[in-house]
């Protein structure tokens, strides 16, 4: 069975508005991350939150990790058009490696 | 120098033909990822490795053979592939530490169609 699902599949939103999206997994984590994609290229990485932390910011970016429920959620404020991307949550079992990612959510923000 | 580098970007080949994907960084990192991506799928895992030695195998066919000569190398060697095989090959690499994830750093992709 596949870790880390994500919903919504897709979202529409305007610009100057928040974007919430949400990973859920099955197994025991080390830390779970969530990766960018623009259309068809490579992932980058926006912000890594540990199984022991439940809150983390980074600029517009705020993440939540609830290990109780095991979910995590990504809420973008203020959102541009250039948010308009693909967005991943990632977890990694106890080996580190072993990267699991979940099915992702589209986001377009129109201007 | 934080990029990871791939190439071809494109790559066509057909079903008979033995090709190479090449990926390369220069920031240190010990640890080296394939990963395959279809279109509107999340990455999926092929192989890890970890101090130039295979760490991970997904059970991938053996039409796909990875290579690490060194420590900024991964090479995926391609033979005999087949059409569902088409898809985006991604290269990522991170620090490594057991029992522990890093962030990874991705290379551009190389888009591969097997006809």
């Known amino acids: 069975s596949q870790q880390g699902e994500e919903d919504p599949q897709a979202l529409s939103i305007q610009e100057g508005e928040n974007a919430t999206m949400n990973c859920s997994y099955k197994t025991s984590i080390n830390n779970l991350q969530w990766y960018r994609q623009n259309s068809g290229r490579g992932l980058v990485h926006l912000i890594l939150i540990r199984s022991n932390e439940r809150e983390k910011h980074s600029g517009r970016l705020r993440v939540t990790l609830d290990t109780s429920k095991k979910s995590s959620s990504l809420l973008i404020t203020a959102s541009r058009a250039a948010d308009t991307a693909s967005y991943f949550c990632a977890t990694a079992g106890t080996g580190g490696f072993k990267t699991i990612f979940g099915a992702g959510t589209r986001l377009f923000v129109k201007a | ?115």
């Open chain 2, 1 to 115: 120098d934080t990029e990871v580098t791939q190439t071809p970007k494109h790559l066509v080949m057909g079903m008979t033909n033995k090709k190479s994907l090449k990926c390369e960084q220069h920031m240190g990192h010990r640890a080296m990822y394939w990963y395959k991506q279809k279109a509107k799928k999340p990455p999926e895992l092929m192989f890890v490795y970890s101090y130039e030695k295979l760490s991970i195998n997904e059970s991938v066919p053996s039409r796909f053979s990875p290579e690490c000569p060194n420590s900024s190398l991964l090479n995926l060697h391609l033979h005999a592939l087949q059409p569902e095989d088409s898809a985006l090959y991604l290269c990522a690499s991170s620090l490594p530490k057991t029992g522990e994830s890093y962030e990874q750093y991705f290379g551009p992709g190389t888009r591969l169609t097997v006809t």
